[in-house]
């Protein structure tokens, strides 16, 4: 066989194998196949951070991937929520968002770098965790029309606690002094654990906390509980009317969970998202471990539903916003 006849066998030999390896290679590798991060934009140890570390625990049987957890807090919530909104939209940068960065900064914030209606893709609603309105046992109400009455008649005496400016425990007395008719003085602290101390010892009239960290003290005496704050009654206190029930139609202050990824987000990887979010949820262990925390589970778990929501959020706490005159920065 002469030489030039061999070469050009070979030639077609090496081209049949080329083109037999691009034919067996995979088009996409399927989502996902690296580890993704949950970004937390709260520091370590609160009530937010370890719930999404139960949920990342979960999610990884789901995902078949490590789930990594990441704190970046600052800012209420806002630096964390940016980092994701300016991340790649491949799924793999996730917001495990709340109420603060989710629907009430962009409002407070005159130079936030998002915008939660139109950076994110939506992913999943959590659920929300409902709030109580309790009052020091010197506070001379036991129900929220006796409590309206005597604010009423004595402007600017009843004081509420809250977890800081801005923060869903101020808006809800400031919603409440818009819709009583009331002039009940801010507290602003730096946390809920100051708030509550100083509830506890008489040196503020009442405050609007959440009903997992306010139930011990109900119980036992030291806190007297006068309504929810959410649109429903809770399972921890079923006896407990709402407010709304009490005269304040309408009256709703919960703080919600939800996932959400960067715009553009492939729709794909969102449904995949949420397909593993909502098995994880709905897993006993998961779904256990939230309800001791307290968190009541959205019925409406998609990403639809999740927009909707921000979006009517968004515009509920903004009137507040502006109407009151905050502003952080």
């Not at 307290?294 to 927009?307: E, F, N, S, Y």
């Amino acid at each position: 066989m002469t030489q030039p006849l061999l070469s050009r066998l070979a030639r077609f030999g090496a081209a049949l194998a080329l083109g037999a390896g691009v034919l067996a290679a995979p088009a996409h590798a399927e989502f996902p196949d690296r580890p993704v991060t949950l970004i937390v934009p709260f520091p370590p140890g609160g009530p937010t951070d370890a719930m999404a570390r139960r949920l990342a625990e979960g999610l990884k049987q789901e995902l078949g991937q490590t789930v990594v957890v990441e704190n970046r807090g600052g800012a209420g919530g806002n630096i964390g929520a940016e980092a994701v909104a300016r991340a790649k939209a491949d799924g793999y940068t996730l917001l495990f968002g709340t109420s603060g960065p989710l629907a009430i900064n962009v409002s407070l914030y005159k130079n936030q770098g998002y915008d939660p209606r139109t950076s994110f893709a939506p992913i999943v609603r959590i659920g929300h965790l409902p709030n109580i309105l309790v009052v020091h046992p010197s506070v001379k109400a036991d129900n929220a029309q006796e409590l309206i009455a005597y604010a009423r008649s004595h402007p600017d005496q009843l004081s509420y606690a809250s977890s800081g400016n801005g923060a869903s425990s101020h808006l809800a007395g400031v919603l409440f002094n818009r819709m009583a008719g009331t002039r009940i003085m801010h507290v602003p602290y730096k946390g809920t654990g100051p708030a509550l101390n100083d509830l506890l010892g008489g040196q503020v009239s009442m405050s609007f906390t959440d009903i997992l960290t306010a139930l011990p003290f109900v119980q036992s005496g030291r806190l007297r509980a006068i309504g929810l704050a959410s649109a429903d009654r809770s399972t921890a206190l079923p006896e407990l009317p709402t407010l709304a029930e009490q005269g304040l139609a309408g009256y709703d202050v919960s703080v919600f969970f939800g996932i959400v990824a960067p715009k553009d987000t492939p729709p794909d990887v969102v449904a995949r998202l949420n397909r593993a979010f909502i098995a994880t949820l709905d897993s006993p262990a998961v779904r256990d471990t939230l309800t001791k925390q307290g968190i009541v589970p959205a019925t409406d778990r998609t990403p639809q539903a999740l927009a909707t929501f921000i979006s009517a959020e968004v515009d509920k706490w903004g009137k507040v916003i502006r109407d009151a005159n905050i502003s952080i920065d």
